[in-house]
């Protein structure tokens, strides 16, 4: 047990611990739930994820994941080279328009508000590719229509679902 990855509990307990699955060492986790669902990575680098009690809910056959959010997330399927949208029970509920991913890519594909943010792209409810953003390094789900994401600068600003940049003010 000493060994094993474990959740706490708010009072500092174990609430479980991560035995091995089928066979192979997890070796890395989400430090939060998302939808009641956190993602682990197995040793053999393909990732799943478990629920609050500490059950593989969905299989580990995925190269990268994101967490959920709004009872989706997106994961990249190194197998046929796609990006995929899921439910929180692994259901497949559409491609996403994405180039596979580099090594040094930053973004983190997210999915909030229908919306996502792929290859500097948003992305509608269906996976397709609506407006081009300029070059993101990091981005906030879109709340009324806005985010606010990081540039290749660091520097953080304002932007609509049309790719409006929002005011002039630049926050490091």
Not at 11 to 19: K, P, R, S
Not at 83 to 107: C, H, Q, R, W
Request: proline content about 5%; charged content about 25%.
């Amino acid at each position: 047990l000493e060994g094993r990855v474990h959740y706490l509990t708010a009072t500092g307990d174990t609430a479980f611990w991560l035995n091995p699955y089928n066979g192979k060492e997890i070796i890395l986790v989400s430090p939060f739930f998302s939808d009641k669902r956190a993602w682990f990575m197995l040793e053999n680098t393909k990732y799943g994820f478990i629920d609050t009690n500490g059950h593989v809910v969905i299989e580990p056959i995925y190269d990268r994941v994101n967490p959920f959010h709004d009872g989706k997330a997106i994961v990249y399927r190194e197998d046929r080279k796609v990006y995929v949208a899921i439910d929180t029970n692994g259901k497949e509920l559409f491609e996403v328009s994405g180039d596979a991913p580099s090594s040094s890519m930053m973004l983190k594909p997210i999915i909030a508000n229908n919306y996502c943010v792929l290859d500097n792209f948003i992305c509608n409810e269906k996976g397709e590719r609506i407006q081009r953003l300029p070059e993101v390094l990091s981005i906030s789900p879109f709340v009324d229509s806005v985010a606010m994401f990081q540039n290749d600068k660091y520097v953080w600003r304002q932007i609509d679902l049309n790719g409006k940049l929002i005011g002039n003010a630049q926050y490091q």
